[in-house]
Structures are given as C-alpha cells and as structure tokens.
C-alpha cells in the first residue's frame, strides 16, 4: 500500500512488525556473538591442550635422560 492508503491500523501493525524484527535481530546478533566468544574459548582451550602435550613430551624425554641421585 502506498503510504497515504494505509490506515491507521496498518501503520500500528506496520510498527509492530518493526519492532518484532528489530527484536528478532538484536537477538540474532547477541547469539552470533555467543557462539563467537565459544569458538574463541574452544580455540583457545585446544591451544593450550597442544602446549600442555608438548611441555609433557619434553619433561618426559628430559626425565628418561636423567639419572636420580641420592644425596
């Protein structure tokens, strides 16, 4: 409808509808956002997985190296 054929509960439910999706929106991006700060945390937890694996390996292999002494 052009915009002077609207009556005035087309332009009250036109408004509705308006907010509604801005609504809808915000709250896709606040999810978006979430799963975002997930993603990070999972990146950042399998990284220091990694630098834990490989710290472990080189204690290990430094350990077998070594001989214990009594003193």
Do not use: G, P, Y
């Amino acid at each position: 409808l052009i915009e002077f054929q609207k009556t005035e509960a087309d332009r009250v439910r036109e408004s509705l509808l308006l907010q509604e999706l801005i609504q809808v929106v915000n709250q896709r991006d606040e999810l978006v956002s979430h799963m975002d700060d997930q993603e990070k945390a999972i990146e950042e937890d399998e990284e220091i997985v990694k630098d834990l694996d490989v710290s472990l390996a080189d204690i290990s292999r430094n350990s077998a190296n070594e001989k214990c002494v009594i003193q």
